[in-house]
């Protein structure tokens, strides 16, 4: 099973509103990941979470603020958006460091849209 | 600077033949490359990867070549089938164990009947 999943499929959300993405997984993999993907763009990362704890933030602005509850979960919280954050969020998941495999699954997305 | 490149937008290849794919990149700190296809509004699907100290690694139709003195790695798809078309995205990671993948900007797949 390979399978990630994330909540929303869709998501409308106003620029005062705050709201949460969730990814879940069971493949017992220790590395998560947030990516945005923009249209015609490639994925870029966000954040990386190894082992439960945050070990990779790009510089992502602060309204965007991520937490690992456990091992299988992980959530993006979003607050005070703007208009150009619009665009498909992936969540993925790795075995994590000390592995002879590095292949990221990723879940189907949430396609925000600010409005 | 884009560190992962795939210079061609798209490709159109007839059913049954190989279709090709291209890929360079230009950080020399890579170590593990992998393609995944996607079709729109859905996550990328994983479909090959390969380890810097490989230079071919083989899984059904589909075989990945990797030449690291010129930090190029193609994708090779035969026979190419109608369920093929779709944008293939070429990624690479750097030497940490939960390093972040860098794509490139991918080649949109049309696989002619």
């Known amino acids: 099973d390979t399978e990630v999943t994330q909540t929303p499929k869709h998501l409308v959300m106003g620029m005062t509103n705050k709201k949460s993405l969730k990814c879940e997984q069971h493949m017992g993999h220790r590395a998560m990941y947030w990516y945005k993907q923009k249209a015609k763009k490639p994925p870029e990362l966000m954040f990386v979470?190894?082992?439960?704890?945050?070990?990779i933030n790009e510089s992502v602005p602060s309204r965007f603020s991520p937490e690992c509850p456990n091992s299988s979960l992980l959530n993006l919280h979003l607050h005070a958006l703007q208009p150009e954050d619009s665009a498909l969020y992936l969540c993925a998941s790795s075995l994590g460091p000390g592995q002879v495999s590095y292949e990221q699954y990723f879940g189907p997305g949430t396609r925000l849209t600010v409005t | 600077d884009q560190q992962v490149k795939q210079n061609s937008p798209s490709l159109s290849v007839q059913e049954g033949r190989i279709s090709i794919l291209n890929c360079d990149y230009t950080n020399s700190m890579f170590d593990y490359f992998l393609w995944y296809k996607k079709y729109p509004a859905e996550g990328p699907t994983f479909l090959i990867s390969i380890s810097s100290i490989k230079d071919k690694n083989e899984d059904g139709r589909f075989t990945v070549f990797l030449n690291k003195s010129a930090k190029h790695l193609s994708l090779h798809i035969v026979p190419s089938q109608p369920g093929d078309s779709a944008v293939y995205f070429c990624a690479a990671k750097g030497t940490g164990g939960a390093d972040g993948l860098t794509f490139g900007k991918g080649t949109h797949l049309i696989i002619q009947p």
């Open positions: 979470y190894s082992y439960e704890k945050l070990s």
